[in-house]
Nanobody, 125 residues
Framework: QLQLVESGGGLAQPGGSLTLSCTAP????????VAWFRQAPGKEREGPLCLTIREGTPYYKKESLKGRFTISRDNAKNTVYLQMADLKPEDTGVYSC?????????????????WGQGTHVAVAS
């Protein structure tokens, strides 16, 4: 069963930065659209927050994250990144990446075929 692996979470202070990574052990992400989702404590998972289609073009689905979060991909490293800057306490949550083969801009949350376990991000002073 294909699975993604996230890393890079941790504790950050408000205004700080973190970079999350999403890798795909055993398969190539080249032909996949990859997205980031977030689940805040006690809330439903939201997303996709942003995604990168297989051609590399980024799309930001959550307006409030534009300018603070940057999604990118490095196909040579088979990794998708989420750079998070100017972090706020409301950014706290479990961040998961998901992938689906092809180029998808408006795929519903339930239609993503491959998921990771998530990485925890906590923003607190």
């Amino acid at each position: 069963q294909l699975q993604l692996v996230e890393s890079g979470g941790g504790l950050a202070q408000p205004g700080g930065s973190l970079t999350l990574s999403c890798t795909a052990p055993g398969f190539s992400l080249d032909d996949y659209t990859v997205a980031w989702f977030r689940q805040a404590p006690g809330k439903e998972r939201e997303g996709p927050l942003c995604l990168t289609i297989r051609e590399g073009t980024p799309y930001y689905k959550k307006e409030s994250l534009k300018g603070r979060f940057t999604i990118s991909r490095d196909n040579a490293k088979n990794t998708v990144y989420l750079q998070m800057a100017d972090l706020k306490p409301e950014d706290t949550g479990v961040y998961s990446c998901a992938a689906s083969r092809g180029s998808w801009i408006n795929l519903p949350p339930g239609a993503w075929s491959i998921w990771g376990q998530g990485t925890h991000v906590a923003v607190a002073s």
